[in-house]
């Protein structure tokens, strides 16, 4: 080792930082990165003074924004869309209320593509050329003859041989004509007659208009343009097209739900197939039939999914130049960015995110981390800032979600790489039929069932706390939109498809629990201009080492794109260091077998057997990582803005169901400076303190202690902020006498009663608080013989807390380790926590048909706790 120095920050002289003060809670302004939410709307049935009232609740609690959704699953009345649905006079009203008061409020408001999601327009049927297409088929089997039917609206006719089961003989397959008797000779055979048709798909939770709307060709220039002329017939008013560039955000799409009986097709598909592959459709349409999303059909071999793969690709090429592009022109000319769920489809999601504004994942239907890595790594190669989420949506938790599950699932979700949270969501007050506490978009779920998400907002207990949580959202999103991401690996990525659950498993198993870090590329995040090699590392995240192995999406088939392996072998010939994994010999396309021998022979290359090869062969070329730790369940991201260093750390979870624990151990980190010092940036306080650290070169050495799911940030910075070194007394006292007042929310309004507690104990444990939700203030009284700091831990909290000393309040709490730092008086101190909880404990008694199923929540202060002081 090198000569280490051992520096304490405090040691040097304090030099001005940007601080937010100890306390000055729901005064500070908060940062301009802060989540927003998704905001229900049972479609223009709404109050304009209701709705600037929402908009300022909202900017009150501090979050950034909000995402207008025509979305109403939970009500069965009916909601008049012709004269209030999506686009009406009403609805438009409301829009322009809620720009107005946002551009007051300095907040922004989004806006969906369409009422509800696919995105679809009323003013076309299924038949019309911008509504979205299928290809409908039918199969007769034969032996010896047929005559090939003659339908209206019919396609085309073929006929293919079984060999056996579902599978057929390429060589085969024949068109033929309507009306022709066909005699193919022996064996059996299957008759195929195809129909290119509308779908019929409307959006989710309809009707929303009046007439119906339909969901649009999403792979058409005519589906994309009937969404434009829809939006300049039905919404663009004079005033709402100033107010969008005000107070406008983005144009939202939701992901590609594109749900067909048959085949989901677009009009000329066969003819772009082969300009842009080289090769006929129309001999391939049997095996690429996909009912459902389920194949029928298969020739022997592996062309059936390299002919699959090829479909897809094409899709995803139309998609892209007919949809997002025009749209993300579109949204342009209004003064608002393009943000858009691209994944649903076998379409290539690392493109569409480096095409997008924002690109956007989401908690629920994202499997994995690595899901959220791939949209992140192609934002990061084409030098976008924000990867968002729609984030804390889970099934049956309507009512019943707590931000300490919300903080945990974010907590790692941020260590993907997202650094925006769009919360699901925000719901309007009221709507026909809705019972206490009122409207909830999907809660119940189409008339029965707990339902999704959450209806965040006044309603909530909770609530009473949103800015403690604003703030750490705005804060820790802050440090993740900084700079520039780092990573140290790039995975290769024959497919850029997400949502899929499938990564990179070494670096899930292996890597990530040491600390390496590690992104995604494909071909087209390759192609882009800054895909190039600066000191041997690649692109803007600064990429180490590629890594190859075969198709993860195709059993590990050796298949590449010629130009992408033109592309892998042109930076390694410019030395970046390169992991081939596996046998190569077989590789398709053959033409390939030249590029990878010429590959493997470099001497920056290296090829493994298996996964398992890729620590040897990186330590061989020489590659380390920039965080280096224990195996545990740390996670890291950097961000570097010129020779500042931002790193966010969390105990997170690659999924969630993955068991995590507490950490408590050292970590080396890699900075840009070899001055530079690390202070932590409270994320709930916005306070910055320096912390004691160990400097061994350009890598710092500093402890690390995490709750499961808590996070941290750490900023390595030349200026010098002082460090606090806590010597705590050996006594600790256990706080167990409390005297409980309690605001009972019910649909009559708010009640009180008080317990007397000598042992904390949760709500629904005390028979006269089991069905309670609401507010509980806990009071107890504390005697020191002299003025002292102190640290009072809460232990277990639920749901949210504050804590007042002789009346004044402590700073924001951290929800996943609730610990407030407190200042005691000589003498007798008053000492308060204020908790609040979800509502599902009083719903399971005043709507028992919908959450009686749930079991109750374990509410209050549970303790243990203690009261530490320290000097």
């Not at 040097?12 to 601080?19: E, N």
């Not at 300490?404 to 699932?409: A, D, E, F, G, I």
């Not at 750390?649 to 050292?666: C, P, S, V």
């Not at 908790?835 to 008694?845: F, G, I, K």
Request: hydrophobic share 40%; glycine share 8%; net charge neutral.
């Amino acid at each position: 080792m090198k000569r280490r120095t051992v520096l304490a920050a405090g040691a040097a002289a304090a030099l001005p930082w940007p601080s937010a003060p100890a306390f000055a809670h729901g005064v500070e302004p908060l940062p301009e990165t802060g989540a927003k939410f998704r905001w229900w709307w049972p479609h223009g049935l709404v109050d304009p003074a209701e709705i600037a009232r929402e908009v300022d609740q909202v900017a009150d609690a501090g979050f950034a924004g909000l995402e207008i959704q025509d979305v109403h699953h939970s009500v069965r009345a009916d909601l008049d869309a012709a004269g209030h649905g999506w686009g009406t006079k009403p609805w438009r009203d409301a829009v322009e209320t809620a720009l107005r008061q946002a551009r007051k409020r300095g907040i922004t408001i989004d806006l969906a593509v369409g009422p509800s999601w696919p995105a679809a327009v009323p003013g076309i049927t299924p038949d019309d050329p911008a509504a979205a297409k299928e290809l409908a088929h039918t199969v007769t089997p034969f032996t010896g003859s047929v005559t090939v039917p003659s339908e209206p609206g019919q396609w085309k006719a073929q006929i293919a041989r079984i060999t056996n089961g579902t599978t057929l003989d390429p060589a085969s397959v024949r068109t033929v004509s309507p009306g022709e008797t066909v005699t193919p000779g022996d064996g059996n055979w299957l008759l195929f007659t195809y129909t290119i048709r509308g779908s019929g798909q409307e959006p989710e939770g309809g009707p929303h208009t009046e007439p119906d709307s339909y969901v649009v060709d999403h792979f058409s220039k005519a589906g994309t343009r009937a969404v434009v002329d829809a939006w300049n017939e039905l919404i663009l008013t004079k005033p709402i097209r100033r107010l969008l560039r005000d107070a406008g955000g983005d144009l939202f799409e939701d992901s590609l739900e594109l749900e067909s009986d048959w085949t989901i097709w677009t009009p000329g598909l066969d003819a772009e197939f082969a300009k842009r592959t080289g090769t006929d459709l129309l001999p391939l349409l049997p095996i690429l039939l996909n009912p459902k999303g389920k194949y029928l059909y298969s020739y022997a071999g592996d062309d059936t999914n390299h002919a699959r793969d090829a479909l897809n690709q094409v899709l995803s090429d139309l998609y892209h130049e007919n949809h997002l592009i025009p749209l993300r022109d579109f949204a342009h000319s209004l003064g608002l960015k393009l943000r858009a769920q691209p994944y649903g489809l076998a379409t290539d999601a690392i493109r569409s995110a480096t095409l997008l504004d924002v690109a956007e994942s989401e908690s629920l239907g994202f499997k994995n981390l690595d899901d959220y890595r791939v949209l992140a790594s192609a934002r990061d190669m084409a030098g976008k800032k924000v990867l968002s989420c729609e984030a804390a949506a889970y099934a049956n938790g309507a009512y019943s979600t707590t931000w300490n599950k919300v903080l945990q699932t974010m907590g790692s979700v941020f260590a993907g790489g997202v650094n925006q949270a769009v919360l699901h969501g925000f719901a309007y007050k009221d709507a026909p039929g809705a019972a206490w506490p009122g409207f909830a978009a999907f809660s119940p779920y189409n008339g029965n069932g707990i339902g999704y998400a959450e209806a965040w907002g006044p309603r909530q207990p909770t609530w009473r706390h949103a800015r403690d949580i604003a703030g750490w959202f705005a804060r820790t999103q802050e440090a993740l939109q900084k700079g520039t991401a780092r990573a140290d690996l790039a995975f290769f990525r024959q497919k850029g498809w997400t949502a899929t659950g499938i990564g990179a498993p070494w670096a899930t198993n292996d890597g990530i629990p040491i600390g390496w870090t590690h992104g995604f590329v494909d071909e087209a995040s390759l192609a882009l201009p800054a895909a190039k090699l600066r000191d041997g590392r690649l692109g803007p995240p600064r990429y180490k080492a590629l890594i190859l192995d075969g198709d993860a999406f195709r059993g590990k088939d050796h298949t590449l794109s010629v130009r992408a392996g033109q592309q892998i072998l042109g930076l390694a010939r410019k030395g970046l260091p390169t992991v081939v994994i596996g046998n190569w010999a077989d590789v398709h396309p053959p033409a390939l077998q030249p590029i990878l021998t010429a590959l493997l022979a470099l001497p920056m290359v290296r090829n493994v057997a298996d996964q398992t090869g890729i620590p040897a062969a990186l330590e061989e070329l020489g590659v380390q990582r920039d965080v280096e730790y224990q195996r545990s369940t740390l996670m890291t991201v950097r961000r570097v803005d010129g020779d500042t260093d931002h790193y966010y750390l969390a105990n997170a979870r690659h999924a969630e169901n993955r068991t995590i624990t507490a950490i408590d151990h050292d970590v080396w980190l890699t900075t840009s400076s070899r001055s530079s010092v690390p202070v932590v940036v409270n994320a709930w306080t916005g306070v910055v303190e320096g912390i004691p650290f160990v400097r061994d070169g350009v890598r710092v050495r500093v402890r690390v202690s995490l709750q499961p799911g808590q996070s941290m940030l750490l900023t390595f910075s030349r200026r010098r902020i002082p460090t606090t070194f806590r010597t705590f007394t050996e006594i600790s006292t256990q706080l167990d006498n409390w005297e409980l007042e309690v605001e009972d929310w019910q649909p009559t309004g708010v009640t009180k009663q008080n317990v007397t507690l000598t042992a904390l104990a949760p709500w629904s444990s005390i028979p006269s608080l089991a069905d309670v939700s609401g507010i509980g203030r806990y009071r107890t009284t504390v005697t020191v013989p002299a003025a002292t700091k102190a640290l009072l831990d809460l232990g277990k909290v639920v749901d949210t807390c504050r804590v007042r000393v002789n009346g004044r309040l402590a700073p924001p709490i951290d929800v996943l380790r609730p610990v407030a730092d407190i200042t005691l008086k000589r003498g007798a101190n008053t000492i308060e926590v204020e908790v609040a909880t979800t509502l599902l404990n009083r719903l399971r008694t005043t709507s028992p048909a919908v959450f009686g199923i749930a079991a109750r929540q374990q509410y209050g202060l549970l303790g243990p706790v203690t009261l530490r002081s320290y000097r």
